[in-house]
Nanobody, 117 residues
């Protein structure tokens, strides 16, 4: 499984960005996918996750501002980020969960999002 993330960059506070992550390999619409982030000096944290049935989970800090979605035909997950804040600055990683033969979480290479004040 390979995950290719894109869409990061520099944006002013209050602006928007959309991250994309295309999965290749043994990932289908039944696999959960998500986004994590890691800010300098902080631990990696969950941002949003979307299950195989489209159910979503968000970190409290991004609820109402970020939206995760997926295009199963393209094996791609998106993260629409609106009303960005400087504290959203981080490297964002996409993930995909595999279940066969055992659970494994695959990670993309990360894309940097920088929000200036």
């Amino acid at each position: 499984v390979q995950l290719q993330a894109s869409g990061g960059g520099l944006v002013q506070a209050g602006g928007s960005l959309r991250l994309s992550c295309e999965a290749s390999g043994s990932i289908s619409s039944s696999n959960a996918m998500g986004w994590y982030r890691q800010a300098p000096g902080k631990e990696r944290e969950l941002v949003a996750r979307i299950g195989g049935f489209g159910n979503t989970v968000y970190a409290d800090s991004v609820k109402g501002r970020f939206t995760i979605s997926r295009d199963n035909a393209k094996n791609t997950v998106y993260l629409q980020m609106n009303s960005l804040k400087p504290e959203d600055t981080a490297v964002y990683y996409c993930t995909a969960d595999g279940y066969i033969p055992t659970f494994r979480r695959y990670w993309g290479q990360g894309t940097l999002v920088t929000v200036s004040s």
